[in-house]
């Protein structure tokens, strides 16, 4: 997708056996950068999702990360520069600490490095105090996240509020078959329809909805607010204009 958007890119993260192999073949014959860490024994594991009425997801095991594996990668996050951004997706594979978000993000915190994170429940609420630029739940997500259902947009917007509240900076939500929406570090509110939706997302009382694309985002400046929670030490300032240029995906 970065490729696509002509954005830099390089992918970071742990391969193993034929399937990480193949992993990175792919990405190579489209043209993707990738700085993978091999990992001497195991496989990259291969996932299956059956769909139906519901949603049935068998997963492999992966590969076992050893400590040496795990310092590589802390050595390939260190070259990190000011005004790089780093993804952090995915779950956490079994063999890694369960706060390894945490631990990259709190290495990382007050170098001018942006953070996205995809990640669920625990997982990303211990990163919130880091301020990553951009969290991005799902609605089911969003409910555990804040231990409720969101019945309408207005609550919606509620709890990504309660997320900037702990720290997040932008949150953007994925809405499924209706869309998303982006409730930005600045109070904004955006909507956008999937292409072949029809649109039925109704606006937030006294809200302009627009679409807002991922250039546009990267292309704002974006303005550090204070949060309700407690920060770590020398919490940085952030400031992001221009144009997106690099950025470091770890999965």
Known sequence: MLRNLGVESMALGFVAGSTGESITRFLQEKGCRTDFITLPEGMSRINVKLKSEQETEINGQGPYITEDAIQALYEKLDKLKIGDVLVLGGSIPHTLPSDMYERILARLYGRGISTAVDATGELLLRVLKYHPFLIKPNETELAELCCRVPQSDEELVCCARELQAQGARNVLLSLAERGGMLVTEQGEIHGSMPPTAKPSIPSVPGTPWSPVSW?????????????????????????VSGSLTKCWCVS
Not at 223 to 237: D, G
């Open 215 to 239: 250039q546009d985002l990267c292309s704002a400046e974006i303005i550090t607010k204070p949060s309700a929670r407690a920060l770590p030490p020398e919490a940085p300032p952030h400031s």
